[in-house]
């Protein structure tokens, strides 16, 4: 079996791909050199502007937004960055040249991006955007109150390199608009594109909405946590909420009229503990606040911390405190990894993520881990306090990697030019490194050695974790029982090359092969049959010197060399 051995090589510049007469429509490509950082092309127009293009390692191919100009001619720059956190470029390749063609066609068609067909509530001086339509070199916009009409805006002219169009004078509320943009070129214009796109504007109310008061923490609760989670019931006509918190009646010194949008919920961090707080929340819209919205109290708990105690100054942390290491390395041949928890807590749950699943696979202090994954560990403690018991919980994850001892199945050899190559097949789960002729190294990753020569080769591989070693020995140029030359010239003496019997160096020999000074496999033949005749596909072969391959019951290999003399 031979190996095939890859080298490093210094990295090749990014050649393009695209034809050399571009059609405007189309991606500039070139070639995928798998850098982790990506490409940096720099473009170059006849007149001299100069343009600098960012790609992510993924991305080999490149367009403008609105398409290339016809028949201008560039020059690119392809630069390749190694690492992602290196803005410098590793390689520049050299400078590569293109042009584009002419229009010769209609351009084709478009979608509206914004506002979407159908939506509702849009402002009354939107911005209509549109996509990039292949070969238009400008667009028409028309905007009407009927489909297919232009009573708003008729046959507006937008230049190329525009995708948008701001109206300015505000449309009627709550109306519905169509909107049609047809792409055009010194063609003519687009055909048979879709219908136009509708939205509908929003509704100016003209009552102010009424007030709302706190879902949650409810008007007078106490032992509120000290981040809690705000909500409030929503109002129909509001567009918007704004949220005051005192820590007094009608004052604001905690949260001063905060504008939250159109949301209904907020945290709030960290409020001190055994306070009563009020809050209020007033929802407006365009035709004002509400008006003399009522105040929710609630008063917050010690809580589970951590906090400072004013009396003492000292930081009171009444969560679970888990100690568990963020990875943990386990060997297979050493049983499971055990856990255990012994912190305070009555509630523990402990998760195994499984893509995107969180399986529970312990309720007890004690878990059993078998597989390598991430993991978490919950835990829930019920804490009294003079208001009654406040539950706390803390959550730790953390990796486990399991291992195993490596076991060597074979070591195949490769001969090329008279030198040596081994690679090592390894079966195991584990994070493997290898060495060869010395227990102590150096390691490698690699499982392949390369230009070795000819001697005794012992392979040794261990884990990374130290859950276990394996070593083989492949034997190259064992003399004994194998012939150093031969002379195939039929005269009946010494005309076949083959093992003295089937037992060298107390190895049962199984099956042999043999190579030429190149690697290349002549023959191969059973220890029991006459042997090898010196020729190839019934041709002689000439004198020279070959390597054999010898197998054996216990999986050695016997390497050696010999000759052919006529």
């Known amino acids: 079996m031979f190996v095939i051995s890859l080298f490093a090589k210094a990295q090749d510049c990014a050649i393009l791909t ?17 850098v982790a950082g990506g490409y940096i092309l720099t473009l170059t127009d006849s007149g001299g502007v100069m343009s600098t293009i960012q790609r992510t390692p993924s991305q080999t191919s490149y367009r403008p937004a609105m398409g290339w100009p016809e028949n ?39 979608t509206v991006t914004s506002p979407l067909d159908g939506t509702i509530d849009v402002s009354l001086t939107p911005l209509i955007t549109w996509s990039y339509a292949p070969r238009a070199t400008e667009y028409i916009v028309n905007l009407g109150t009927t489909l297919g009409g232009n009573d708003i805006i008729a046959n507006q002219l937008i230049p ?48 102010v909405p009424d007030c709302t008061t706190l879902s949650s923490p409810s008007n007078g609760d106490e032992n509120v946590a000290l981040t809690p989670l705000l909500t409030w019931f929503p109002v129909p006509n509001a567009d918007g909420y704004r949220l005051t918190i005192g820590s007094n009646p009608n004052t604001s010194d905690i949260v001063d009229d ?3 949008g159109n949301v209904t919920s907020t945290f709030v961090i960290d409020f001190e503990e055994g306070i009563k707080y009020y809050v209020t929340v007033t929802p407006y819209n365009s035709a004002g606040d509400a008006i003399d919205c009522m105040q929710t109290c609630f008063t917050t708990t010690l809580g589970c911390g951590p906090y400072e105690d004013a009396m003492t100054g000292e930081i009171i942390d009444l969560n679970p405190q888990i100690t568990l290491e963020d990875s943990y390395n386990s060997c297979s041949n050493e049983g499971p990894l055990q856990l255990n928890y012994a912190g305070i807590g009555e509630q523990f749950s402990w998760i195994r993520f499984v893509d995107d699943t969180e399986l529970e696979i312990s309720s007890s202090r004690d878990v059993t881990i078998t597989e390598s ?31 195993g001892a490596p076991v ?20 195991g789960i584990g994070d493997y ?53 031969f002379t195939p010239n039929s005269d009946g003496i010494n005309d076949y090359w083959q093992v003295r019997g089937r037992i060298v ?33 019934g041709r002689r072969l000439l004198d020279a010197g070959f390597w054999y391959r010898a197998s054996t019951v216990s999986n050695r290999v016997l390497v050696g060399h010999f000759a052919l003399r006529r």
């Open 373 to 403: 994954g991430t993991y978490r560990l919950d835990v829930i403690s019920e804490v009294p306090i003079e208001e009654g018991i406040i539950a706390c919980d803390s959550s730790h994850t953390f990796t486990v990697s399991i291992s």
């Open 433 to 485: 490194e290898y060495a060869i002729g010395s227990v102590d190294g150096p390691y490698q990753d690699s499982p392949v050695f390369n230009n070795l020569g000819i001697s005794d080769f012992e392979v040794f591989v261990r884990d990374k974790n130290g859950c276990g070693m394996d070593s083989a020995r492949l034997n190259a140029d064992i003399d004994l029982g194998f012939p150093k030359y």
């Open 505 to 537: 160096d107390g190895e049962t020999i199984t099956y042999i092969e043999v190579y030429d000074r190149f690697g290349k496999r002549i023959t191969g033949f059973s220890p029991r049959g006459i042997g090898w005749d010196g020729t190839f596909n």
């Open 18 to 34: 695209s034809p050399s007469i571009l059609p405007v429509e189309d991606q500039l490509t070139w070639t995928d050199e798998g």
């Open 258 to 260: 905060i504008d939250f």
């Open 72 to 110: 201008e001619s560039y020059t690119v720059v392809i630069a390749l960055r190694e690492d992602p956190a290196d803005p410098d470029p590793t390689t520049t390749c050299n400078v590569q040249m293109f042009s584009t063609g002419s229009i010769t066609t209609l351009p084709g068609c478009n």
């Open 408 to 427: 060597i199945e074979d070591l195949n050899l490769s001969i090329q030019n008279l030198n040596i190559s081994i690679s090592v097949d390894v079966s």
């Open 160 to 207: 190329d390199g525009t995708l948008s169009f701001q109206v300015v004078t505000p449309l009627a509320e709550g109306t519905t608009f169509y909107v049609r943009i047809t792409p055009r070129n010194a063609v003519g214009e687009a055909t048979s594109c879709a219908n136009d796109s509708e939205f509908t504007t929003l509704t100016i109310s003209t009552e």
